[in-house]
Structure formats: C-alpha cells, structure tokens
C-alpha cells in the first residue's frame, strides 16, 4: 500500500484467543471488521503489546497478519511488530511480514537492551537489517525512559537518516523529553509524523502529535479519535471533557500493578462490549479477578460506552 500517512489514530490491537489459549480466528476477523468500521481510525497495529506478539508462534504472527489483512483488504494499512532479538531473527520476522502482506513494520528494540543497553550503532544496524528484509516503511519505536532501550536524541536522528524511516512512536513517558526533543524532531524532519503512544498522558501529548498509535485503541478508538479531533482543533475544553470521562477508564485499565495487565484489562472490556467472546491471556500474562471485569464495565458506562 503506497502512500501511508501514518497519521490519526491506530489502534494496537488485541489478539483473541479461545478458552484453551488457542488463536481465535473468527474472533480475530470479526474484531478486525468491527475496527475498520470505526470512522477516524486509519490503521490497525497486530502482534504489538497489547496483541501479545511475543506469545505468538512464528505461524501465528503470520497468520494475524494475513487473517487482519483479508479484513481490511486496501482500506487500512496493516502495521505489524517484530522484535526478535538478534538482527538476524527480527529481519526473518520482518521478511516473515511482508510476505504474510503488511504494509509496514514497527521495529520494537532488541529485547536484550531493555537490561543492558545497546552499543552505538547497534540500532542502525537493526533498523537496516529489517528494511532489507522486508522493503517495508518503518516505525521507530521508541521506548520509555525508564528502560535501557530507550533512544536518546542522538540516536532518533540518526535512525531517521535511514532509508524507510518514516514516522516515530512515541513512548518515553517522560515529558520533559516529549517537550524539548520534539521541536529539534519536527525542524530536522519536517515530513516525519510523530505518534503518542502514552497512552496515561494522552490529553498532554495529542495536541503535538500527528496521531495516536496506542493499545489504548484496541478497547475504545472512538474515544480515541475524539479525543485527538479535539486536540487537532485545538478545542482544549473538549478535549479535557473526553479525557476526564476516560479517567476512571484510564485507572482500572493502565494503573494497575503491572502496565502488561492493560492487556487482559482491555479484553475483558471487549467481552463486555460484546466485541470478542473470550477475555483469555496467554503466559506468561495471568488472568485477573473477575471482579476487574465489572470494574472495567462500570468504567466504560461512565465513558459513555454502551455494554451488553
């Protein structure tokens, strides 16, 4: 698919599986369809965070992206993540996506630098790998500060030479980088869109970013593209009235003990809304109380979203 914008909002969706763990497949295409049917929503993200990628056999990845490609057919793009570790397993994912019909490519760093860190050059010579690989556009996937594997300014600018390069997620979580970096970003790479991907500061980052590629998205994108029209009119006492009624939302999904629950979170939200059958999580992701359920239904009534 030529011409990708990379712009409004794109879901990171989830992966539905049956009870016994195994890959839904109707579920996953009904879900799909649901998601193209969302006016604002301009791409759909597969085998990310929030679709638990790292989960998924080899087979699986290709198969979401197929399977989410026949779907969507011309009308979206299909952005898949890859992550192997070494450059030679994430350039096997990568060529592994393109073949299996994605239209571009979110480069999550080597999971090894999440601990110690990577050397100069080191993401370069990722980034490269996978464009070869592939000939798919690329996502720089930036990750939070907090982690090793974050990219300090240097390094963003750097990989934005690369050829393919063309749109960076944004999730430091840090605002202080958020509000310094990205004006060195947009004067050196005017053409380059910028997505929030923090997803608990959302009413902060939408109003300078292009677009939204948040897991937030794969539970509540209406509220999503509401929320990111409002900043782009620059209508601030909108954009606060979606925020606020996202809040206690907010709370029961992403503040919990572990940011990996949103996950199991957000899918027992889509079984409240009727949008998959089954909230189940593959390990080593756990299951939460069922009481998270009703907590989650409440929140999303409050949001002005209607369950069954």
């Not at 000939?135 to 720089?140: R, S």
């Not at 209406?222 to 996202?246: G, N, T």
């Amino acid at each position: 698919m030529a011409g990708i914008k990379f712009q409004g909002v794109l879901p990171a969706t989830i992966t539905p599986f049956t009870p016994e763990g195994e890959l839904d497949r109707s579920g996953l295409q009904s879900y799909v369809d649901w998601m193209k049917s969302i006016p604002g929503v301009t791409g759909l993200v597969v085998n990310g965070h929030a679709g638990e990628g790292s989960s998924l056999t080899r087979e699986e990845r290709a198969e979401v992206i197929r399977l989410t490609k026949q779907v969507v057919g011309d009308g979206l793009p299909v952005i898949a993540g890859v992550g192997g570790d070494g450059s030679r397993v994430v350039a096997a994912e990568a060529a592994d996506a393109a073949a299996a019909g994605a239209d571009a490519l979110l480069v999550f760093p080597a999971s090894s630098w999440l601990r110690f860190g990577y050397q100069e050059g080191a993401p370069q010579e990722r980034y490269r790998a996978v464009r070869a690989a592939s000939g798919l556009p690329l996502i720089l996937f930036n990750f939070p500060d907090e982690t090793r594997a974050t990219y300090k300014l240097d390094t963003i600018l750097a990989l934005l030479e690369i050829d393919g390069v063309v749109a960076i997620k944004d999730g430091t979580r840090n605002m202080i980088r958020w509000d310094t970096e990205l004006p060195v970003i947009r004067q050196r790479f005017p053409g380059v869109p910028v997505l929030t991907c923090q997803d608990e500061f959302l009413l902060h980052t939408m109003w300078e970013a292009d677009g939204a590629l948040v897991g937030y998205g794969a539970l509540v994108p209406e509220l999503m593209v509401e929320l990111l029209a409002a900043a782009r009119r620059h209508d601030y006492d909108a954009a606060k009235a979606v925020y606020d009624r996202m809040a206690p939302l907010t709370k029961v999904v992403y503040h919990r003990a572990s940011h990996i629950e949103s996950t199991a979170a957000m899918k027992m939200g889509l079984v409240k809304r009727g949008l998959i059958p089954s909230d189940t999580v593959r390990p080593p992701l756990m299951p939460l109380d069922p009481m998270v359920a009703e907590e989650v239904a409440a929140a999303l009534k409050a949001a002005g979203i209607e369950t069954v």
